[in-house]
């Protein structure tokens, strides 16, 4: 069995959206033009490291989406958010801190890792140089600030500590492009310890072990004002109401027949 990053930040959230996922075969469309712009931006910073033009690249694959029944969020337009890209790109290339040598072996990068009779993939955005100082690099897009106090919280991030785990390095940065009225670049370094690669690796294993023996009871989410069953793509499915489901998900081919899973659960 592969397992990677998302699979077990999944069962973490909730085991039975794990399930829904990844064993009965429901997804959620990609209809949000937060995440297919995201994908399309980074294309784009991987042809800026080609030396090609990274412009040409992110019209083309944006445009790929206009005409699909995007939903946007806040303020956010097609058009709006082409620009932001293109300022974000212009201000990246002005400020020349980051470096991805031979591109083409440094950029989405596949590392994997046995976990006994498994293995664990990653793909790795980039691994290069921010202000001369070898890491990995991870880029992300977001239409708010992250937040960089207290010092040291970066260090926190789960999927930071899971790519360090799995690629051993223990200095890694996030390049987070800020979609906001004054776009802004921000540039975000942290370590990684021996003790938190480890720690996390002893996570992985308990995870896995819990998905193998079918352990997968519900997290309700409902707690108001922070209610996270309210906004997950799998709520239909636990309420049982065919039009949000309908709404939010489709099911990959064949897995109707993955039905003998309910008596894993009894």
């Known amino acids: 069995m592969i397992y990677s990053y998302t699979q077990i930040s999944q069962y973490l959230a909730c085991p039975r959206r794990y399930r829904h ?7 959620e469309k990609d209809t949000r033009a937060a995440m297919l712009f995201g994908r399309a931006f980074e294309l784009a910073l991987g042809a800026y490291f080609r030396r090609e033009d990274p ?20 303020h ?14 212009t201000r990246f290339c002005q400020d020349d801190r980051v470096r991805v040598p031979r591109p083409r072996r440094n950029l989405q990068i596949k590392f994997t890792r046995p976990i006994g009779r498994n293995e664990f993939v ?20 977001s239409s708010a600030r992250y937040s960089e106090e207290p010092a040291g919280v970066l260090s926190l991030d789960p999927q930071l500590v899971c790519y ?26 942290t370590t990684i310890s021996d003790a938190q690669r480890q720690e996390f ?3 992985v294993g308990d995870t896995i072990g819990r ?31 065919q039009p949000i489901v309908d709404m939010n998900l489709i099911r990959r081919p064949g897995a109707e027949s993955l039905g003998w899973l309910d008596e894993l659960n009894y």
């Open 76 to 89: 956010d337009t097609w058009d709006r958010m082409l620009e932001q890209g293109i300022m974000l790109l």
């Open 122 to 141: 990653a793909y790795i955005d980039a691994i290069g140089t921010l202000d001369g100082k070898r890491c990995l690099l991870e880029w992300k897009t």
């Open 164 to 189: 360090s785990w799995v690629t051993g390095i223990s200095e890694v940065a996030e390049v987070v492009f800020v979609r906001k009225k004054m776009v802004e670049v921000q540039y975000l370094q």
């Open 211 to 241: 998905i193998e023996a079918a352990e997968f009871l519900p997290h309700s989410g409902i707690r108001f004002p922070q209610n996270p069953c309210s906004t997950c793509p799998f709520v239909g499915l636990c309420l049982g109401q």
């Open 55 to 74: 412009g040409e690249v992110l019209f083309r694959e944006w445009s790929a989406c206009k005409h699909q029944e995007l939903h946007f969020s806040n």
């Open 21 to 27: 996922r990844y064993l009965d075969g429901w997804k």
């Open 201 to 203: 690796g002893r996570l």
